[in-house]
Nanobody, 121 residues
C-alpha cells in the first residue's frame, strides 16, 4: 500500500507565496507521474500541474507562470511552489502519484488527503 501526505498549506495574503509538499511512502518500486489538483468550495476538482519521471512538467493555464512543480525522486516527494497567489487560488490542494509497487502488477494511482490553501484579498 502507498500513502501520500501533503503539507504546507495555510492562510496567505494575495500576492504572497506558499510551498506545498507531498511525500509518498509505502511499497514503492517506482513513481511515474506526480501531480497536483485542487478543489474550491462548490466546484469540481481541477488539475493544476504534473511532472513525470523525466521531470517534464505541465501546467493549467490558470497557474502557468505563477506555480512551479518539482520533485525529489530520492525522497519520493513532489513540491508545488505557488507565487503571486490570488484569492481564486483558494482551494483544497491534493497531490496524486502513479506508483508501481511490484514488477508483476500495473501501476496504481494514489491520492493524498488534501491541504487547505486560503488566499485573502
Amino acid at each position: 500500500q502507498v500513502q501520500l501526505v501533503e503539507s504546507g498549506g495555510g492562510l496567505v495574503q494575495a500576492t504572497g507565496s506558499l510551498r506545498l509538499s507531498c511525500l509518498a511512502s509505502g511499497t514503492i518500486l517506482s513513481i511515474n507521474t506526480m501531480g497536483w489538483y485542487r478543489q474550491a468550495p462548490g466546484k469540481q476538482r481541477e488539475w493544476v500541474a504534473n511532472i513525470n519521471s523525466g521531470r517534464i512538467t505541465n501546467y493549467a493555464d490558470s497557474v502557468k507562470g505563477r506555480f512551479t512543480i518539482s520533485r525529489d525522486n530520492a525522497k519520493n516527494t513532489v513540491y508545488l511552489q505557488m507565487n503571486s497567489l490570488k484569492p481564486e487560488d483558494t482551494a483544497v490542494y491534493y497531490c496524486n502519484a502513479v506508483v508501481r509497487s511490484s514488477t508483476w502488477h500495473s501501476p496504481n494511482t494514489y491520492w493524498g488527503q488534501g491541504t487547505q490553501v486560503t488566499v485573502s484579498s
